[in-house]
């Protein structure tokens, strides 16, 4: 749906972003790899900034979204909680009930933005 890539909804907690785009595409990436450091090569940024933006939503909620085990003889990896799923799916129904709210006005915008 066009109208819906106009929107970028972050959701902000004490002057952070605690859930927005970047994050939720980090989310998914770890969630299909198992690993912060597959997502963050997927993404084409450095471990060190996917494994500070981990770190900044599992400080934000009250729960883990999420979990990572240190390398060994099979190596590390990360898990996407439950609740970090939960997280992932009510973001997306977000959007998608903001753009059906909002898409009248979505569509007068997107019809007269200038064509690239």
Known sequence: MMQAE????????????ALGPGKIEL????????????????????YRRAWELVDMMNRSFDQPVVVSTTGGAHGGGA???????????AYAQ???????????????????LKKI
Do not use: P, W
């Open 79 to 89: 898990q996407v909680t439950a609740f970090g799923q939960a997280l992932m799916l």
């Open 94 to 112: 977000i959007l998608q009930k903001t753009a059906q709210a909002a898409a009248d006005e979505l569509h007068l915008i997107n019809q007269h």
């Open 6 to 17: 106009l929107l970028k909804i972050r959701i902000n907690h004490q002057g952070n972003t």
């Open 27 to 46: 989310l998914q990436h770890i969630a299909q790899h198992g690993s912060i450091s597959a997502a963050a090569k997927q993404m084409r940024m450095s």
